[in-house]
């Protein structure tokens, strides 16, 4: 299985400030399948960032994903009250299909 | 539009059997794989098995393999999953989610579309 391992596990900053989340794969991931979602409490996940750059329908371009290989990166530019969150990296590149533990972006 | 309408909450005693379902809607039900997800109270995704409607192609994860079966009907664009025996550390919120697509000879299964979840709490 291929283990998607995120770090920080918390992220605590401020509104406004830039949040960098990392997502690093025990085994290489085509770009193509490396998927990020957004998970706020009491709610389902969102699709934030598939084929690990492209946005989702109406994701703010404040979110950025990139990366290749075995690592990637969510970068959260100027982050506003909704983005206080927990994010969670997702390949379906190889099955069974693997989420990363999560990162808790939380307000400082 | 895209609904994945899953079955409400449910209250199950330990070895006791359970079956819930996801419906969907908006989209075309038997061209899309779609998956099951577990989280268990406080925690991450868990990425249980996933099923295309359209000839009932399943995997499993191997966490979850034995311990679970995915099925789903076409005809009533309705998925499921379901336990003949439960156990308390089944207890969690289980999404059903679909969404990606195919080009070029490839399929891209990322999940567009997630139902509300369903919370399985199972105690004697």
């Known amino acids: 299985d291929i283990v998607l391992t995120q770090s920080p596990g918390t992220l605590s900053l401020s509104p406004g400030e830039r949040a960098t989340l990392s997502c690093r794969a025990s085994?290489?991931?085509?770009?193509?399948?490396l998927a990020w979602y957004q998970q706020r409490p009491g709610q389902a996940p969102r699709l934030l960032i598939y084929?690990?750059?492209s946005r989702a329908t109406g994701i703010p371009d404040r979110f950025r994903g990139s990366g290749s290989g075995t690592d990637f990166t969510l970068t959260i530019n100027k982050l506003e009250p909704e983005d206080f969150a927990v994010y969670y990296c997702?390949?379906?590149?190889?099955?069974?299909?693997?989420f990363g533990q999560g990162t808790k972006v939380e307000i400082k | 539009e895209v609904q994945l309408v899953q079955s409400g909450a449910e209250v199950i005693k330990p070895g006791e059997s359970l079956k819930i379902s996801c419906k969907g809607s908006?989209?075309?039900?038997?061209?899309?794989?779609i998956g099951w997800v577990r989280q268990m109270p406080g925690k991450g995704l868990e990425w249980m098995g996933i099923?295309?409607?359209?000839?009932?192609?399943?995997k499993y994860s191997p966490s979850f393999q034995g311990q679970v079966t995915i099925s789903a009907d076409k005809s009533i664009s309705t998925a499921y999953l379901q336990w003949s025996s439960l156990k308390a550390s089944d207890t969690a919120v289980y999404y059903c989610?679909?969404?990606?697509?195919?080009?070029?000879?490839?399929?891209?299964?990322?999940?567009?579309?997630w139902g509300q979840g369903t919370l399985v709490t199972v105690s004697s």
């Open positions: 989610a679909t969404g990606g697509y195919c080009s070029g000879g490839s399929c891209y299964h990322f999940f567009d579309y």
């Open positions: 908006g989209y075309s039900f038997s061209s899309y794989w």
């Open positions: 099923i295309y409607p359209g000839d009932s192609d399943t």
């Open positions: 085994q290489s991931v085509s770009s193509s399948y």
């Open positions: 084929g690990a750059s």
């Open positions: 997702h390949q379906y590149f190889t099955s069974p299909w693997t």
